[in-house]
């Protein structure tokens, strides 16, 4: 039987690391502007309602580039199959191929 080993690793390029940065602090800046929003009674609320998307919008951005700045790395190693043990396995079958009925 032929043995396969994968060993397979990830890493972030630049794009993933800053996505990494934005899906983090876009709920973040989004709580602070909305903490701040609900606090003022007087005034334009536009430049919190702005902080408000703005940091959604970096959030789901962030999702994108988490999954398209990334690095696989794969190293496939192959074993060979043992000859000795998968002939003792055809042996004990008791099958042979010449051995199988003709159907003509």
């Known amino acids: 039987m032929t043995k396969i080993d994968i060993t397979s690793q990830q890493e972030f390029t630049g794009p993933g690391t800053a996505g990494v940065l934005m899906f983090l602090a876009g709920p973040v800046l989004s709580a602070i502007a909305w903490g701040e929003m609900t606090g003022v009674t007087n005034g334009s ?49 008791g099958v042979e191929p010449h051995a199988l009925p003709s159907l003509l």
């Open 45 to 93: 609320l536009t430049g919190y309602w702005l902080t408000v998307w703005l940091g959604a919008f970096a959030c789901q951005c962030g999702i994108v580039f988490m999954l398209v700045g990334r690095k696989y790395d794969h190293q496939v190693t192959v074993h060979p199959a043992d000859q000795a043990l998968s002939k003792l396995g055809e042996r004990q079958s």
